[in-house]
């Protein structure tokens, strides 16, 4: 039974709404911080005090011996620009803005979100009502030809298939209102699967349109090649380095020649190459206490990957040729995939950068000054006169020890001061709560009634792709003759139609008492049922509270005679069962499919 990634960012009946913030906010006010370290974005000054009224910084000035009434102590601390995350994926969820904050990030840059998600969220900035929450800037819907990355997620989004196409395609995003322009041209072949992919016309064509209209544009790229096809067409930046192949030894002078800046996002690609920085991360002590279940679990999860291309090493080889060409390198940790965390992983992302050949202090100005000039943010990613007041202090020196970021002290996002204190109790609880979920195992369902009753939970549902734009079919029955001899079992037949890249159809059941509500399976050995079919491979895929809205996925046959499954937890990416929503039993393969299914059950130790 082999497992592979599965990119259904919103499977839209399953979404992890996370923790709420909900949590008491200090109202923005004048205040001073006494005698701290400043990196202002470049470099470093010591001794400082820094005023802040009115949410901006009003002065930073050598300071005096005496502390100022009712100041901030500084001693022994760095203060640092509010960190600014060049690549993200916050699905439209306040809380990951949230959870972001709370680590000092108090800007993300979003590479792909629907535009009703974005104006929902900045409406709600421009009221002021997300002080606890970073800022959102965006990409909206992404360029990408059809079949191409970016339309297996269920989303219908428009498309192009020719440079004509560009101008009513950027004047789309435009009045969308999306901040930057995003391109894709990844194939997929660097991880063993296919995507359509647009051509190098219609990606000049792309930026050339964007540049008309003053609007940055960054592009996806998988490999060295695409890399190339991006510098070319005169990208302003590229989202991502790659795995596999080594640069050419001229790269970094030819991204240099041509101005682009690069958003290496190394967080992800070590866990596409299973580097397991994530799982590091979140045992860290000044990480983990603000990190719900779900959220451990994800950065605990690596991309299926490493077989295909295990060799992390050109990401590195890549950033030592950028750096020595001077080429602007920006932080970036693709937050919103297995192995990341928004907030968190900005602070793997940094000391990653540092391994990679970068000095402290040029991962900081990567984290800070350098995405605030790339992407035209004024007001921000600096310590000085007249700049925004966001701001995070830290104990320690991460200007000499970039892991000295993760010791926060305080953050203020606008000069309103965040109350970590409060979010981490909140956390506590939330995690408290889900250790208790209900107990569950045993027999679910054995269809001997000719129905599709279950011993617990709410019951069988089908699910088709559908719910996201796609055109599968499918149907589910209880039928006469099951495994071994018994009365009945449960047909599920239907036929998958390749909508997009990762369709699906067939019979979910869920083990809660409401619909997708979560259960505690973990003292079960796993998923255990009998199956018969046509020969066909099919997909056994779970929904838990720990991996949010990621389905995983394991196959099973369903051949000419009955045979029994048995799929422990662990097979699943090592989930443990703890908060199990929902158990989905599809076709894979395109085309008709039928199989039968029988005493499905949470199998007892």
Not at 276 to 281: D, H, N, S
Not at 350 to 367: D, H, I, N, R, Y
Not at 522 to 533: C, L, P, Q, V
Request: hydrophobic letters at 45%; one cysteine or more; aromatic letters at 6%.
């Amino acid at each position: 039974m082999n497992q592979r990634p599965f990119w259904i960012l919103a499977w839209v009946c399953v979404l992890r709404l996370g923790v709420a913030a909900a949590h008491a906010q200090t109202p923005a006010s004048s205040f001073i911080i006494h005698d701290v370290r400043v990196f202002d974005g470049i470099g470093v000054l010591e001794h400082q005090d820094i005023a802040v009224a009115d949410g901006k910084i009003v002065s930073i000035k050598r300071a005096g011996k005496n502390a100022p009434a009712g100041a901030i102590d500084g001693t022994n601390k760095t203060l640092l620009p509010g960190l600014i995350d060049a690549h993200t994926h916050t699905m439209g969820q306040v809380a990951t803005l949230q959870q972001a904050l709370v680590f000092g990030v108090t800007t993300e840059l979003d590479m792909f979100n629907m535009p009703d998600n974005n104006k929902d969220i900045k409406a709600q900035e421009a009221a002021g009502k997300l002080n606890d929450a970073a800022d959102l800037r965006s990409a909206g819907i992404l360029a990408t030809a059809p079949g191409g990355h970016g339309t297996e997620y269920g989303f219908t989004i428009p498309t192009l298939t020719k440079p004509e196409d560009a101008p009513q395609w950027v004047a789309d995003r435009i009045a969308e209102g999306s901040d930057y322009i995003k391109i894709v041209i990844d194939d997929g072949s660097t991880y063993g699967i296919h995507f359509d992919t647009l051509d190098a016309a219609t990606v000049k064509a792309l930026v050339d349109e964007a540049h008309k209209n003053n609007k940055v544009t960054v592009v996806h790229i998988g490999t060295y090649e695409d890399a190339l096809t991006a510098i070319n067409a005169g990208a302003d930046g590229l989202a991502h380095l790659w795995v596999g192949a080594q640069p050419a030894a001229d790269f970094g002078k030819v991204a240099a020649k041509h101005h682009i800046f690069v958003v290496p996002t190394l967080s992800v690609l070590a866990s596409i190459t299973q580097q397991k920085a994530g799982a590091a991360l979140a045992a860290d002590t000044h990480i983990a206490p603000y990190l719900d279940a779900p959220t451990t679990k994800t950065l605990a999860t690596d991309f299926g990957f490493a077989k295909t291309h295990p060799d992390y090493s050109a990401a590195p080889a890549a950033i030592a040729q950028l750096k020595a060409a001077r080429v602007p390198i920006l932080a970036g940790t693709d937050a919103g995939n297995p192995g990341t965390a928004h907030g968190a992983s900005m602070h793997e992302e940094m000391s990653l950068l540092v391994q990679a050949g970068l000095t402290p202090l040029e991962a900081l100005s990567a984290a800070t000054i350098n995405p605030a000039r790339a992407f035209h943010l004024d007001d921000r990613g600096r310590v000085g006169a007249g700049m925004r007041a966001d701001l995070v202090l830290v104990d320690g020196d991460p200007t000499k020890n970039i892991t000295d970021t993760r010791n926060i002290v305080s953050v203020w996002k606008a000069g309103i001061a965040l109350d970590r204190a409060a979010y981490a109790a909140n956390i506590a609880a939330a995690n408290a709560k889900a250790a208790a979920a209900p107990g569950v195992s045993g027999m679910l369902s054995d269809f001997e009634s000719g129905k599709t009753d279950v011993a617990y939970g709410a019951g069988w549902i089908t699910s088709t792709d559908a719910m996201a734009g796609g055109n599968s079919t499918t149907d589910m029955r209880p039928v006469n003759g099951g495994a071994h001899g018994s009365k009945g079992a449960l047909q599920v037949t239907g036929e998958i139609k390749t909508a997009f890249a990762y369709p699906w159809a067939g019979a979910m059941v869920m083990p809660g008492a409401q619909m997708f509500a979560p259960v505690n399976a973990s003292e079960s050995k796993g998923i255990s049922f009998w199956a018969k079919g046509d020969g066909a491979s099919y997909r056994v895929m779970i929904f838990t509270e720990e991996t949010g809205r990621m389905p995983l996925i394991q196959t099973f046959t369903a051949g000419n005679d009955w045979q029994h499954v048995t799929i422990p937890f662990s097979a699943f990416s090592n989930a443990s069962g703890r908060g199990l929503q929902a158990i989905l039993f599809s076709g894979t393969a395109p085309g008709p499919f039928s199989f039968l299914i029988d005493d499905v059950e949470l199998a007892k130790p």
